[in-house]
């Protein structure tokens, strides 16, 4: 476990960044931060500090502390983890700009200046009340998505996935008896889902969840199997076309994890053709409260890969 440590003296300037190599060819790096574990108003007020007025303007506006807390730490935690990417120069957090593309999702709008070359990033961001997570790519898009594994459905969750999911996803999810592990089997396909159509960049409203199918299958026997069976590290995540089924979605390549005990995470990247076609996702984990600590904690008991195939 690697462990960065920076001194806690919130009443100056906050210390720099330590900066990072770029992930490498089909590696994600994803970071994430458990609200509930930042506590200190005087840091949340330099975490105000990094925000543009628009962003401070909009964190304003949202009812209840709580919610402005969670979506306070989601900027921070997105301008904070692609300052630390500036390789050639020294970026503050504050001066990065956004935009959305046409569907909305974030990008980061580089500044077109002489001696400077923007590195080729992807990042994308989830959050729920307890975890904000954001992951990042280089020269291909991202989606994430997390989900806890205590979330609840107001409707019957066959109900509920009859009216979203597939029909083989369905049948996989009726198939369960026990309703536990039917209801986090549910889980797992929906963050599943969720982190393609995100990578995809259109919208849900342009890929809707019925249109494609989450499979999981065994790499050494090439045979399909539900999510409810035993899934092991060898087991690679398939994003089938509904409209055709013989056609794999195969420039996309997923993972799922267990984080932190809490959540199911998932990973969605398009395929580097420089890394090839069978290269394995790779994937670094921090968990992290900018300026403050940085935890890598892959490889421990708080990042469990559940299904993909990928190299920590």
């Not at 989900?147 to 459905?153: A, D, L, M, V, Y």
């Not at 919208?203 to 399909?224: C, E, H, L, Q, Y």
Request: contains cysteine; neutral net charge.
């Amino acid at each position: 476990m690697n462990i960065r440590c920076f001194q806690r003296n919130f009443s100056a300037a906050l210390p720099p960044l330590v900066p990072l190599q770029l992930p490498s060819p089909m590696e994600t790096h994803l970071w994430y931060i458990m609200p509930d574990e930042v506590k200190n108003s005087a840091l949340l007020n330099q975490y105000s500090e990094l925000l543009s007025s628009c962003e401070r303007e909009s964190v304003s506006r949202m009812s209840g502390d709580q919610l402005k807390k969670r979506a306070l730490l989601a900027r921070a935690l997105v301008r904070t983890t692609i300052a630390r990417y500036q390789t050639n120069c020294q970026m503050n957090p504050r001066s990065l700009r956004f935009r959305k593309n046409l569907y909305g999702k974030p990008e980061v709008e580089w500044r077109n200046e002489d001696n400077f070359s923007p590195p080729p990033l992807h990042f994308n961001i989830s959050h729920t009340s307890t975890m904000i997570a954001c992951g990042v790519t280089v020269n291909v898009p991202i989606g994430i998505d997390i989900e806890e594994k205590q979330r609840r459905t107001k409707n019957n969750i066959i109900a509920f996935a009859q009216r979203y999911f597939s029909p083989y996803e369905v049948k996989v999810l009726t198939a369960i008896s026990d309703p536990e592990v039917q209801r986090q089997e549910f889980i797992k396909l929906w963050t599943l889902k969720e982190a393609y159509v995100k990578a995809l960049g259109k919208g849900f409203s342009a890929v809707p969840f019925k249109t494609f199918t989450i499979r999981f299958r065994d790499t050494t026997m090439r045979n399909f199997h539900p999510p409810g069976s035993s899934v092991s590290e060898e087991s690679d995540i398939v994003v089938e076309s509904s409209e055709d089924p013989t056609n794999p979605a195969n420039n996309w390549q997923c993972a799922l994890l267990e984080v932190a005990g809490s959540h199911y995470g998932a990973i969605c990247m398009e395929k580097d053709r420089i890394a090839g076609e069978n290269a394995p996702m790779k994937l670094t984990v921090w968990k992290t409260v900018p300026f403050v600590e940085d935890v890598c904690v892959s490889g421990t008991d708080a990042v469990l890969v559940l299904g993909g195939i990928i190299e920590q």
